[in-house]
């Protein structure tokens, strides 16, 4: 189990957007995976240690209630949402464009992610999960996993777009 | 919000990009997109979004756990432990790899026979067999050598290589690690050779990569090596340990020859 706390901090940052709720989950976690890890059969124990922090956060009352952000993928049509919202209207233009660029703006851009669509990203794209293993710490079919990853790519991909448009 | 795919291909082109799909359903596609507008804009906005994703992996978008909490942690972990006895105090480690590398230097001694030979061997010509193999072998390669095709397993250690074909083939084919002879090995993937499924190592000499495919084959394990050279590109084959090996390459005919020799030299 102590190889995986970062990948198990890692997943409940990113599913409850703050730092002291993320604390409390793997913490949560942590205390049942040690009573549970007696009864562990499988060969996966990182996987298998994210599925019970994964529960743990979706039981806590606080799932996704972190910092506010404009959700997207909920506002407007096909996804089509008001980027600029995210950037302060008080920045000067110029440091706002090279705040809506690079990693900040991918940051900020993930956390707006509704959390079925932000859970899968995290798992791929940071912690290098296979499909197989995000159906089986999601508890979906991996035809949802596989179309909630898409929504998700195909969201981050049109917003950076947007806003290097503008 | 729509959550239907606009081509049903399209799955395939973001799997593909996860490598999540084989050497063989890779070409379907690659067919398929060169006649499908849809699953082309979906490869550049799925590559696009994980670029984004990627580059700003480094600084910052990963969440290590905070040093004071990982302590404190820790600290709650040890005392849970120290309550049940019964709680494993170390992480297991798997002594699989172990067992895996006994296994194999047992089935390699049959190469090192042959291969005491081997640098006296003369490389005959390839014999033109069964529905043109060789050229099947080099489209393979060619189409291997486009971007995210190379590997699906991407390792340049042989214990890591060799058990991931478990479960994907149903043969285990040699692997060797030839670092120390400069063809380092690079990772291995699952091809389709004459209408059957095969194992392809990657080797690498400086900028070159070498592909060897393997699949199991009666023959002759005393004959020497064939080659052959078509398209630029050259072959060799040969049998050993009821394996056919096929190695491909751009590399120039003597340095393959090398890999070769170095291969069936090496245990």
């Known amino acids: 189990m102590l190889p ?6 890692n997943l409940a940052r990113w599913l409850m957007r703050d730092s002291t709720a993320a604390e409390d989950v793997v913490q949560e976690a942590v205390l049942r995976a040690l009573t549970y890890f007696a009864g562990f059969r499988g060969v996966n124990p990182r996987a298998w240690l994210l599925q019970i922090v994964r529960n743990a956060a979706y039981s806590s009352r606080q799932l996704d209630r972190g910092a506010q952000f404009v959700p997207i993928g909920e506002a407007g049509e096909d996804g089509a949402m008001p980027a600029d919202q995210l950037a302060s209207e008080a920045d000067d233009p110029e440091a706002a ?7 900040r703006q991918v ?4 956390a707006a992610l509704p959390v079925e669509l932000r859970e899968p990203l995290v798992l791929r794209e940071l912690e290098e999960l296979s499909y197989k293993e995000i159906a089986d710490i999601t508890g979906t079919p991996i035809g949802t996993v596989m179309s909630r990853l898409y929504r998700a790519r195909r969201l981050l991909a049109q917003e950076a777009a947007a806003s290097e448009a503008r | 919000m729509s959550t239907a795919f606009d081509c049903d291909k399209v799955p395939l082109v973001q799997a593909e990009l996860d490598g999540e799909l084989d050497a063989a359903a890779a070409a379907a596609l690659a067919a398929h997109r060169a006649d499908c507008p849809v699953c082309r804009a979906a490869t550049a906005e799925l590559a696009r979004a994980r670029r984004l994703v990627a580059d700003a992996r480094e600084s910052g978008l990963y969440h290590r756990m905070p040093d004071d909490f990982r302590r404190r942690l820790t600290a709650q972990i040890n005392l849970a432990r120290g309550q049940d006895p019964s709680l494993p105090r170390q992480p297991q480690r798997g002594g699989w790899a172990a067992s895996w590398s006994g296994r194999w230097r047992g089935g390699a001694i049959g190469f ?3 291969a005491a030979c081997a640098a006296a061997l003369a490389f005959l010509v390839v014999v033109p067999r069964g529905p043109d193999i060789t050229g099947q072998i080099i489209a393979g390669h060619i189409r291997a050598l486009q971007p995210g095709h190379l590997e699906d397993v991407a390792s340049s250690d042989q214990h890591t290589v060799k058990p991931w074909f478990d479960g994907r083939i149903d043969f285990a084919p040699p692997v060797k690690d030839l670092a120390a002879d400069r063809f380092p090995l690079k990772g291995g993937r699952l091809d389709y ?21 393997v699949w199991p084959e009666a023959g002759d394990s005393t004959a020497p090596p064939e080659s052959a050279a078509q398209h630029g590109y050259n072959i060799v084959h040969w049998v050993a340990g009821g394996m056919a090996l096929w ?17 069936r030299r090496s245990p």
């Open chain 1, 4 to 9: 995986h706390l970062n990948a198990a901090y």
């Open chain 1, 97 to 103: 464009l090279i705040r809506r660029r690079g990693e």
């Open chain 1, 107 to 110: 940051r900020e851009l993930i």
């Open chain 2, 112 to 114: 090192g026979l042959g």
């Open chain 2, 193 to 213: 050779i004459g209408g059957r499924p095969v194992a392809a190592l990657v080797y690498q000499r400086d900028k070159h990569l070498i592909d060897l495919y």
């Open chain 2, 247 to 263: 190695a491909v390459s751009d590399v120039e005919a003597g340095q393959l020859r090398e890999f070769v020799e170095d291969w």
